[in-house]
């Protein structure tokens, strides 16, 4: 187990400031608050790897960690790749998508991708603001990096299913966004994209793989804990994720915010 301390990572060029408050993303009806990292030029791969091991992400080139008042629902958490052990239906996953096809394009538009995303969108999170994004305001989200980024396209027979943003870092890859084709019965793309993305990890030797926020009572987010063993950055400290262990630290109360 590794402890972080703020004091001791190599942020003194960086500057920090905390959001206004604004509607969280996964938890309806709560407010959210995140501490932004700045100046954005200065966060290279290996400034921005050591922000990932102290919890956080980006969107665009904007970094960014959870900073709600009172709330700590938001847990970074990563996979050991070489502790991980698909389960049976991970296994199911990989054959069911079998035939996906992967390869790296440049981190550029293309508007076969944004269509996909405009549909996973309005299928998988109608409502939530993003199924209304314009190509402007897709390409800032997923198409605009100062570390470094890789677009991955995923088809099928000539046909485009999925497509993945991952970041490149010295102890790991970093899951940025995901989006793939939600009108395809039967099947698990996320399930699959991840598993692929461990592969990655193993085949290039790094020891990580980073999911983003696990939060308990967020669907769209509480699917991270089916890849065992996992790791949550909590109190500082990355350890396994006993879930016995973090509801005790994080009930499910619905007056908690999270982002």
């Avoid at 970074?76 to 996906?100: D, E, G, W, Y």
Wanted: proline share 6%; with cysteine; net charge neutral.
């Amino acid at each position: 187990m590794s402890h972080l301390n703020d004091s001791e990572l190599p942020f003194s060029l960086l500057q920090f400031y905390s959001t206004a408050p604004y509607p969280c993303s996964y938890l309806a009806g709560e407010q959210a608050v995140s501490q932004v990292a700045t100046p954005t030029h200065l966060i290279s791969t290996e400034v921005y790897g050591d922000l990932v091991r102290a919890g956080f992400r980006r969107s665009g080139v904007f970094t960014y960690r959870p900073m709600c008042p009172q709330c700590q629902a938001c847990v970074p958490v990563r996979l050991p790749i070489a502790l991980f052990t698909p389960n049976r239906s991970q296994r199911r996953s990989l054959k069911t998508h079998a035939s996906l096809h992967a390869r790296e394009l440049p981190l550029m538009y293309f508007d076969e991708h944004y269509h996909l995303y405009q549909r996973y969108q309005a299928v998988r999170h109608s409502g939530g603001g993003m199924d209304q994004d314009s190509h402007e305001q897709y390409s800032h989200f997923l198409l605009q990096s100062r570390v470094d980024s890789r677009l991955i396209e995923f088809t099928e027979n000539g046909v485009l299913r999925m497509v993945s943003i991952i970041d490149v870092l010295a102890d790991g890859l970093s899951s940025v966004y995901t989006f793939y084709d939600p009108d395809v019965p039967g099947a698990s793309f996320g399930t699959y994209n991840v598993l692929w993305q461990v592969a990655q990890c193993a085949a290039n030797r790094l020891p990580y793989l980073y999911l983003g926020y696990w939060i308990r009572n967020s669907r769209k987010m509480a699917y991270k804990a089916n890849f065992r063993p996992v790791e949550g950055l909590i109190n500082g400290e990355w350890r396994p994720l006993d879930l016995a262990d973090v509801e005790a630290q994080y009930p499910r109360s619905s007056s908690r915010s999270g982002c």
